[in-house]
C-alpha cells in the first residue's frame, strides 16, 4: 500500500509540474477596453493646448479740444436786453452801474449762483482771464450775473470772499425780471449753471458758451476780443 500511495503522490507532481511549464502557458489577452487604447508614437507631435484669446484694448479717439464760440462768433447778432437788472455786494463795496457794461468793447457775462459749485469754482479763473484780456483788449468787460434764489444766500457768498475775490455781483431776482431778461437775450427760462454769453462792441449777442470754462480757454477768448 505504501508503494501504490508513493506512486500515486509521484503521478500527481509529474502532472502539476508539466501544467506549470513555460512552453504550455497561453498568453492572456487584454481586456477590450484597454486594447482599443490608441498610444502616441514617439515621433507623433503633442496635441497643442488651445490659443489664448488675448483681448485688444479699444482704440480710443483723443477728443478734440473744445473750441469756444465755433461758428458763433460770424452771425448777426442779437441785441442784448436794455432791461436793468438788480445787484447785490458785500458790506463796503460800491454799487455796480445800474445796467450791465455792455457795449463799447467786448463784454463777457458769466451767469453763475452761490449754490453753484462749478460757479464758485470758476470764478478766481475769470478773475485771472479778466487780468489777461485786458491786456489784449483794454476796452474788455467782465460781469458777473447771479441767478440765486436768496439773496442771503448770495450776499453770505461775496462777503465771505478774499480780497481777491468776487465782492458784487448783478443780480437777476426769481421771477419777472430774471424771466424778461433772459427771453429778451434768447436763453431758456431756467439755464443750467453755469453759462457764458460774449457782447461784441456794439451790443450784439456773439456766442453763448454752457459749462464752465477751462484754462486751456483763455488763447481763444484772447483771440476773441482782440478781434
Request: glycine share 8%; with cysteine; hydrophobic share 40%.
Amino acid at each position: 500500500m505504501k508503494a501504490l500511495h508513493l506512486t500515486l503522490f509521484a503521478s500527481v507532481g509529474l502532472a502539476l509540474l508539466a501544467c506549470d511549464s513555460p512552453g504550455d502557458k497561453k498568453p492572456v489577452s487584454a481586456p477590450l477596453e484597454r486594447s482599443q487604447i490608441v498610444e502616441a508614437k514617439a515621433g507623433d507631435a503633442a496635441p497643442s493646448a488651445p490659443a489664448q484669446v488675448v483681448p485688444v484694448a479699444a482704440s480710443s479717439t483723443p477728443k478734440a479740444p473744445r473750441v469756444l464760440c465755433a461758428g458763433q462768433v460770424s452771425g448777426p447778432g442779437r441785441a442784448a436786453p436794455k432791461k436793468p437788472v438788480s445787484q447785490s455786494a458785500a458790506s463796503g463795496e460800491a454799487a455796480l452801474p445800474e445796467n450791465l457794461p455792455i457795449g463799447g468793447g467786448y463784454t463777457w457775462v458769466n451767469f453763475w449762483a452761490a449754490w453753484c459749485a462749478p460757479c464758485k469754482e470758476e470764478i478766481p479763473r475769470l478773475l485771472r482771464f479778466q487780468q489777461e484780456l485786458v491786456k489784449a483788449s483794454p476796452s474788455f468787460k467782465l460781469a458777473f450775473v447771479s441767478l440765486d434764489d436768496d439773496e442771503r444766500q448770495l450776499n453770505g457768498f461775496l462777503s465771505a470772499q478774499p480780497p481777491s475775490g468776487l465782492h458784487r455781483s448783478y443780480w437777476l431776482k426769481e421771477g419777472k425780471e430774471r424771466d424778461e431778461w433772459l427771453k429778451g437775450a434768447g436763453i431758456e427760462a431756467d439755464p443750467d449753471l453755469p453759462f457764458h454769453l460774449l457782447f461784441d462792441p456794439k451790443g450784439k449777442l456773439r456766442c453763448v458758451v454752457k459749462g464752465a470754462l477751462e484754462d486751456g480757454d483763455l488763447a481763444t477768448l484772447r483771440a476773441l476780443v482782440a478781434q
